[in-house]
């Protein structure tokens, strides 16, 4: 079975700074999705991200981008240009692409609360 | 908006009663997925219905089942409630292997 690990339970970060969330996997899969979820307040899950493991080029999304480490099998995310709004709970989430079962549930982190200093 | 919608958004119900969530899902997406939010387990998959039948189950507790119907909402129902089924549940849909949209979830409190 798939896990998913994040290690920094809360984490901080000045207005118009630059963070960076960390994420590691354990797969004995070779192709897969990987997902950053934020989940503000209003407890919306919202799509950040997606890097598919057979691309080698890591996923950029304005001012969200990834460091996909495939051999380590790590998946931080990096915000830059930090706002208030960005102030949320992010959750890495792991999918299989294997057609097999013809389910793709998705495998959640623990989460990192991150906050927006201004 | 996500597009995928979720009744009751909250709901305050007594321990051992019986207590049925709803789920709407994107247009044209045949799958729903339920998955669980609470404090100490986290987000956790529960099951999985694509196009009425049932394709995979999680760690969904025998008290609970859900549906899914000709068109095409969910619905998951939880029984003889427990504390411990406080939680946020969550339905996602998608289509085939496509990207899940969640719905805002159900908040359950259970007393």
């Known amino acids: 079975a798939q896990t998913v690990t994040q290690s920094q339970p809360e984490m901080s970060v000045q207005e118009a700074e630059t963070v960076t969330l960390s994420c590691t996997y354990d797969?004995?899969?070779?192709?897969?999705?990987l997902f950053w979820y934020k989940q503000p307040p209003s407890r919306q899950m919202i799509l950040v991200i997606r890097q598919e493991a057979y691309k080698q080029q890591n996923a950029t999304e304005n001012r969200f981008s990834v460091n996909f480490q495939k051999a380590a099998k790590s998946f931080s995310l990096k915000i830059s240009d930090s706002q208030l709004g960005d102030a949320a709970m992010y959750f890495c989430a792991y999918r299989s692409s294997m057609a097999g079962a013809g389910s793709y549930q998705l495998t959640f982190g623990k989460g990192t609360k991150l906050s927006v200093i201004p | 908006d996500s597009g995928v919608t979720q009744t009751p958004k909250h709901l305050i119900t007594a321990t051992g009663q019986r207590v049925t969530l709803r789920c709407s899902p994107r247009?044209?997406?045949?799958?729903v997925y339920w998955y669980q939010q609470s404090l100490d387990q986290g987000l956790q998959f529960l099951i999985h219905y694509y196009n009425g039948e049932e394709r995979a189950k999680g760690n969904i507790l025998e008290r609970f089942s859900a549906q899914q119907f000709p068109d095409l909402h969910s619905e998951l129902n939880l029984s003889s409630l427990e504390l411990g089924d406080s939680a946020l549940y969550f339905c996602?849909?998608?289509?085939?292997?496509?990207?899940?949209?969640f719905g805002q979830g159900t908040r359950l409190t259970v007393v």
């Open positions: 247009s044209g997406d045949l799958s």
């Open positions: 797969t004995s899969e070779s192709d897969y999705y």
């Open positions: 996602a849909s998608s289509s085939d292997i496509g990207e899940a949209f």
